[in-house]
């Protein structure tokens, strides 16, 4: 059964610091999503992203943060100037239509 | 804008036991989906179910259940002879349609559920 993946497991980076959290969306689906998941708290979308456009973010999605469709498999989420408050669970998710399936998550420790 | 509220932290119950989570929201959209998601101790989040608000039949996928009430704005989730595997988190989640496909989804802080072996 096709799933969504995501890399890498786990990533430790030093706080100023730029990461690339990369998702491989299911090959047939054309929504891409992302959402976090602070430890102990709920689910928060970020960002989705249809025809290599963003169609809607939230405000925790500010200037710090870019995603981008390189080629046709991955789809990655930069944090440019990494906080300590950026620690958290990082989702990807993808849809053919309205049914999100999502990876199994980054999880991002900023120190 | 659009809430959801899981008011119940934790559940517990016996192994091929029915338990039913809670779940409630607030719109003013006609048109929505509501899904339930399961984060097992791995914290992937998988789909369990999902109901169109427009049905008025509840969704039923093997032993898990919907109560949809929209006119009370209740979306439980019934799990019928409960295995040690339904062990997770379960998160309630709200999807309005109007920009269609790609809307994203509001989540509940969600329940822990054990099951008691």
């Known amino acids: 059964e096709p799933e969504v993946t995501q890399t890498p497991s786990h990533q430790v980076t030093q706080m100023g610091q730029e990461v690339i959290l990369r998702c491989v969306p299911i090959?047939?689906?054309?929504?891409f999503y992302w959402y976090r998941q602070i430890l102990g708290q709920k689910v928060e979308f970020l960002v989705s992203?249809?025809?290599?456009?963003?169609?809607?973010k939230s405000e925790i999605f500010d200037d710090q943060f870019s995603v981008e469709r390189p080629d046709g498999s991955n789809f990655t989420l930069k944090i440019r100037s990494t906080k300590l408050e950026d620690s958290a669970m990082y989702f990807c998710?993808?849809?053919?239509?309205?049914?999100?399936?999502f990876g199994p998550g980054t999880r991002l420790t900023v120190t | 804008a659009q809430t959801v509220t899981q008011s119940q932290p934790e559940m517990s119950v016996q192994e091929a036991e029915t338990v039913t989570l809670s779940c409630t929201y607030d719109?003013?959209?006609?048109?929505?989906?509501l899904f339930w998601y399961k984060q097992p101790p791995s914290r992937q989040m998988i789909l369990v179910i999902r109901?169109?608000?427009?049905?008025?039949q509840n969704a039923t996928e093997n032993r898990f259940s919907v109560n949809f009430q929209k006119a009370a704005k209740s979306f439980s989730l019934k799990i019928s002879d409960s295995q040690l595997g339904d062990t997770a988190m379960y998160f309630c989640?709200?999807?309005?349609?109007?920009?269609?496909?790609?809307?994203?989804?509001?989540f509940g802080k969600g329940i822990t559920l054990s099951v008691r072996p």
């Open positions: 989640a709200f999807m309005k349609l109007d920009t269609g496909a790609n809307s994203k989804l509001t």
């Open positions: 109901q169109e608000a427009y049905k008025q």
């Open positions: 090959s047939n689906h054309l929504y």
């Open positions: 998710a993808s849809s053919a239509l309205y049914e999100q399936y």
């Open positions: 719109t003013s959209e006609s048109n929505y989906y």
């Open positions: 992203f249809y025809n290599n456009e963003i169609s809607e």
